[in-house]
């Protein structure tokens, strides 16, 4: 059995809830070093996830310059995205970084360069992608069933479930509040659905509402208002070249009633669908209305076929299989570009109050 050899960098709470449990459940995988500023945070996640020969480090240099370290995964902030995952890929590493690609889309685009220029691999944690209702929707899109998908809607809201934790809060760390953190999984959903990937113009407004509100309900606890300097909530209409639109919405404090995170509601020529409860699809068949309700189960993904629907453990299944046997990717970092391309121009078009236009 191939073996490779992982590298952790930030040991933080995406990494030790999403990477390295997903990853110690790949047999072909092998975490050898952990990273981390907090070098307690390494040692933490070494004692759980490693063995005896791992190592710890507090400066990812020192490992990137192993040369038996195969992959890297870059669980960073968004602010050093670009530059660690540069730097692995320079040194010979396949990347897999965390969401969103990074910061800012002329960082992304560096990123792919340093892909391109280096021939390593280079995937984005979108992990929505591995959902059984996401992988089944995404089959009926590309059969056609939805006829040509003109119009979308991106839902990632949240009631009250600000988190307080980290640098989430910090626009200099972060680049933004929940568009960027989960805006971004249900913006690149829907691309990914739709086949997608030329956006024409976006009108997008970003709010500073709720954050201000001292001792505010929410579930992980009340937040400081100084230092909230993300948007609570953003909002956008995206165009694209052939005509298709999509709605996005993002919060992470909000006061309605409809919360629904990482989804989206398809509208094609021949039916429709939604996640919004279960998934559900809608049409006309024989001059008559109807709704189909699909019910989900595990397995039937590629090469995987076991029992566990877990779509982290699938993402890094299917990561780790494509570097051993030189797969295409699921998410490829050209995708995740113009999500963040997408992204920034909403930001940009909420500090202007002007459309931006796409070249």
């Keep these: 059995m191939a073996q490779v050899r992982v590298g952790i960098i930030g040991c933080g709470g995406i990494a030790t809830g999403k990477h390295m449990p997903s990853l110690a459940k790949v047999e072909e995988a092998q975490m050898v070093a952990f990273c981390d500023i907090v070098l307690e945070k390494a040692e933490e996640a070494k004692n759980k996830f490693g063995n005896e020969e791992s190592v710890v480090y507090a400066n990812y ?13 870059v669980c960073t902030p968004n602010d050093s995205h670009a530059e660690i995952s540069i730097a692995a890929l320079e040194a010979g590493k396949h990347v897999m970084c965390e969401k969103p690609m990074a910061k800012t ?74 568009l960027i953190d989960i805006g971004t999984h249900a913006l690149d959903l829907a691309l990914w659905m739709m086949d997608n990937y030329k956006p024409k113009a976006v009108l997008g407004r970003a709010y500073h509402k709720l954050s201000q509100n001292e001792n505010a309900a929410n579930a992980w606890g009340p937040w400081d208002p100084k230092q909230f300097t993300v948007e609570d909530s953003a909002f956008a209409m995206i165009t ?120």
């Design 61 to 73: 240099h020192d490992l990137l310059n192993d040369p038996t370290i195969d992959v890297v995964h």
């Design 105 to 178: 889309a002329e960082d992304a685009r560096r990123m792919l360069e340093a892909a391109k220029r280096t021939g390593k691999k280079l995937s984005i944690g979108y992990q929505n992608r591995f959902r059984s209702d996401s992988r089944y929707l995404k089959d009926a899109c590309a059969a056609g069933e939805l006829g040509e998908v003109y119009f979308a809607k991106a839902h990632a809201i949240r009631r009250r479930a600000v988190p307080t934790w980290g640098v989430f809060l910090d626009e200099e760390k972060q680049g933004g509040g929940p």
């Design 240 to 359: 694209m070249e052939n005509g298709a639109s999509i709605v996005l919405e993002s919060s992470w404090a909000l006061n309605s009633l409809e919360v629904d995170e990482a989804k989206v509601t398809l509208c094609g020529t021949k039916a429709g669908a939604d996640m919004k409860d279960g998934l559900r699809f809608n049409g006309e068949h024989n001059s008559r209305l109807y709704v189909n309700n699909i019910e989900m189960n595990s397995g039937g993904v590629a090469f995987y076929e076991g029992n566990s629907d877990d779509p982290a453990e699938l993402e890094a299944r299917i990561w780790i299989d494509a570097v051993i046997n030189d797969k295409e990717l699921i998410v490829k970092p050209e995708q995740a570009l113009v999500v963040s391309e997408i992204l920034e121009a909403i930001y940009e078009s909420s500090r202007t109050g002007k459309a931006v236009y796409f070249d």
